[in-house]
């Protein structure tokens, strides 16, 4: 999809991080956008700002988490602009790091990373791919991974590495039916990075639903925290600027690729590394590298 001006986008995740990333990005190329979330006031706040920037923007709250939340989404993008070309299934939540072993997870933890982080891209697809066929025109779809399941797992986040894991065969499927029938709506598959991200991931317990709350408080990480520590390791600790992603983004959209893997040497490795334990059916001893990839491997994706 070379020309974006004029085109919709539609974006989940989108009232802070990386999906207000991409909406303001996608503003900027004179496209109309509708950011949604879950979140309704951070949300209205987001819209406001893109407005007052002069973008053509929508707000629609929606929870990935139903099939009919993202059903409405759909028809309220089409009632405000009358089509829908680029979708960025972006919303993510996290379980933060701190307490226990997955054996010991209570079971809404899994319950909820799960129903958002993958659902909620099962059921984009469910709503948007349909349309994006019949209208008969260009369109995109971006999934937003994540490097920790997409190509090395941390140990210490199981079920977002395996949400995240998810995501990534669930794209690579949604390619190869696509280019089966259509040459006209591509896929790309999103991961952040190279160095780890600022966004409300870290916070994202504060839209767990009651009904999924903890069984018990526990611990948890946050960014500042996980900064003191790298500091105190004396590990060199950086982040990615989100723009830089929604730039990464939209030129992924215009060339119509699939990966979107930031070019970074220590990602190419953790790779190859991952690729010849296969290869060798080893062990997965590239876990212990758990540290470099938090700092420098791949950053967390979503909301």
Same mark, same amino acid.
């Given at each position: ?100 072993? /997955? ?119 946050? /960014? ?80």
């Amino acid at each position: 999809m070379k020309e974006l001006r004029g085109r919709v986008a539609v974006v989940t995740g989108a009232a802070s991080g990386i999906g207000l990333a991409m909406a303001r990005r996608f503003g900027e190329e004179g496209m109309k956008v509708v950011l949604s979330d879950v979140e309704e006031e951070a949300l209205a706040s987001a819209v406001k700002a893109l407005e007052s920037e002069g973008h053509r923007v929508a707000g629609a709250r929606c929870d990935v988490r139903f099939q009919e939340s993202v059903d409405d989404l759909r028809d309220a993008a089409l009632k405000e602009f009358g089509a829908v070309h680029v979708v960025c299934n972006n919303a993510g939540v996290a379980r933060a790091p701190g307490g226990g072993k /997955m054996w010991e997870y209570d079971l809404n933890d899994w319950n909820w990373i799960l129903s958002v982080n993958v659902m909620g891209v099962v059921h984009g697809i469910r709503s948007f791919v349909p349309l994006l066929l019949e209208q008969g025109d260009e369109g995109h779809v971006v999934n937003t991974s994540s490097g920790n399941g997409g190509i090395s797992p941390l140990r210490g986040l199981p079920i977002y590495a395996a949400s995240k894991s998810s995501v990534t065969q669930i794209s690579e499927c949604l390619w190869g039916q696509l280019e089966a029938v259509t040459d006209a709506v591509g896929v790309s598959l999103l991961y952040p990075g190279p160095r780890a991200l600022d966004t409300g991931l870290w916070t994202a317990e504060r839209n767990r639903p009651d009904e999924l709350a903890w069984s018990k408080p526990r611990e948890t990480q946050t /960014m500042d925290g996980l900064r003191k520590f790298m500091d105190s390791a004396g590990v060199p600790f950086a982040t990615t600027p989100l723009h830089e992603i929604a730039d990464f983004v939209v030129r992924g959209i215009r060339e119509k690729r699939f990966w979107l893997i930031p070019d970074a040497e220590n990602i190419d490795q953790n790779i190859r590394t991952r690729a010849e334990s296969m290869i060798a059916r080893g062990t997965p001893d590239y876990m212990v590298q758990e540290r470099a990839l938090v700092v420098g491997g791949m950053g967390e994706a979503g909301e």
